[in-house]
């Protein structure tokens, strides 16, 4: 009998003892491959030695020096690192313990730049169905996943929930992608309109869509559209790159593909790549300059922010991707594990879409290819693959349940950047197998 208070009460979970490369090794000896890299998190597999050495190196120095009375070098070098890198426009760093609370310290920023600039009538946030942004109240307002937020409802602030660019089952058949991301950017405009011009803060997406809808990219253009929206109004444009930032689509932030800068991002999970919890809000110079001038003072914290230790390993991690190269890698395997994804399940009678960008691919499930009707929810046909696939050796992470009935099961798959040809020949099979598996339990 267990006393910890595992998520899901029903469940009995293998015993997690090592780490060998992509591989997660059980207490009973089984190897699991990780497909997922655990939410999207382990992009450098599980014993990365310079990692390792970063944290022994900080840990034994100094572990950990609370942010109100000192700055330290590892959270300013990694801030520097960042934003180097980072699209232009955004000049600091607010480093956090994890994806929800990078969110949290997001919207409190976009809110205290208007109440800092006479502008406190600004309080509308605008958000898109089918989104996540955490689990804290305020993430879980602004993501718009039914299924995550149907008993919290009462507790939660409100949040418009707009289109999400989800070519599959939003975009027309005959409609082009320059028509359909129009209708999404004057959907923005006349929800901006219908709040009042001057009275909203700002529009929050994930660059590409990660656990609610499995590795959804936006169609070209779309978000160079929700740009010159947001400008027109003067809304802020909050990119939530928790899940899909960090090199895991092939770029290190995602929204470099799109050509577009935002005023807040958000990152966390392959920033520490699970060596450490962290988390940051990147913040353009505009915004923390009417900070600075105002009160000169961020009104928000949490005890660990900026965790010494946290930081040394994020900066290991990065320093390793640059490195060993491993963004194009990512490209290159994202490619091969696209190509080996259409070869083996394209034609699939019940593989609705394959989608992704980099080390970032979606497989979505459904009964009917031709009208994509979805499965029954209840048959929870992504928690069944889950299941095969973990007696198979492999990890993989689905998502489905909703309660809108606007997408199939899915399945995310985010391995780390450091796999070898053969582990996606070996993922693919699993995986093949797993789903073979489930659905034939459910038909
Ligand atoms: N934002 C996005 C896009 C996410 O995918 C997640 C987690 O999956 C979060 C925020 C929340 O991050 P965390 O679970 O670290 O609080």
Redesign the pocket.
């Known amino acids: 009998m267990t006393h910890v208070f595992h998520r899901n009460t029903h469940q009995s979970y293998p015993v997690a003892v090592a780490g060998d490369g992509p591989y997660i090794i059980a207490a009973d000896g089984r190897r699991y491959l990780d497909a997922s890299g655990g939410?999207?998190v382990s992009c450098l597999g599980h014993n990365a030695t310079e990692v390792v050495e970063a944290i022994q190196k900080q840990v034994a120095s100094l572990a950990y020096a609370h942010t109100s009375f000192f700055t330290t070098e590892p959270m300013e070098q990694l801030a520097d690192f960042l934003i180097e890198r980072a699209p232009a426009g955004l000049e600091y760093v607010y480093f956090v313990s994890?994806?929800?609370?990078?969110?949290e310290a997001a919207l409190k920023l976009a809110r205290q730049y208007f109440t800092e600039t006479g502008q406190p009538q600004r309080r509308h946030l605008i958000a898109r169905r089918q989104s996540?942004?955490?689990?804290t109240l305020g993430?879980l307002a602004t993501g718009g996943n039914a299924w995550r937020r149907a008993q919290f409802e009462p507790l939660l602030t409100q949040v418009s929930h707009l289109t999400p660019c989800y070519a599959y089952r939003e975009q027309g058949e005959q409609e082009s992608d320059d028509a359909f991301t129009t209708r999404l950017a004057q959907e923005l405009e006349d929800e901006i309109l219908r709040l009042g011009a001057d009275e909203v803060m700002a529009f929050v997406a994930?660059p590409v869509v990660?656990?609610t809808l499995g590795a959804v990219p936006p169609v070209p253009g779309y978000f160079r559209k929700i740009r010159e929206v947001c400008d027109r109004y003067g809304v802020l444009l909050i990119l939530?790159e928790?899940?899909?930032g960090m090199g895991r689509t092939g770029t290190l932030f995602a929204i470099e593909e799109d050509g577009v800068s935002p005023d807040i991002t958000?990152i966390?999970?392959g920033l520490g790549a699970g060596y450490q919890p962290i988390?940051a809000t990147l913040v353009s110079g505009r915004i923390y300059a009417a900070i600075a001038a105002g009160t000169g003072f961020f009104q928000h914290g949490h005890t660990y922010i900026g965790h010494a230790t946290a930081c040394a390993a994020a900066l290991a991690v990065q320093q390793a991707i640059e490195s060993r190269q491993l963004l194009s890698r990512v490209q290159v395997l994202g490619t091969a594990l696209q190509q080996r994804l259409r070869s083996r399940l394209g034609d699939h009678p019940h593989i609705g879409d394959l989608r992704g960008r980099g080390l970032f691919q979606g497989i979505e499930l459904v009964r009917d290819r031709t009208t994509k009707e979805p499965f029954d929810p209840a048959l929870k046909l992504h928690a069944r693959i889950k299941q095969a696939a973990m007696d198979e050796g492999l990890m993989c992470y689905p998502m489905g349940g909703t309660l809108d009935g606007r997408q199939g099961d899915h399945i995310l798959l985010a391995p780390a950047f450091i796999l070898e040809e053969s582990h996606l020949d070996e993922l693919v099979e699993k995986l093949e197998r797993a789903i073979t598996l489930a659905l034939r339990a459910v038909k």
């Not at 994890?98 to 969110?103: D, P, T, Y």
């Not at 996540?132 to 689990?135: L, Q, T």
Request: hydrophobic share 40%; proline share 0%.
């Open positions: 939410a999207a994890g994806g929800s609370e990078a969110v996540y942004h955490g689990n993430a994930e990660g656990a939530d928790v899940m899909c958000t966390a999970k988390g």
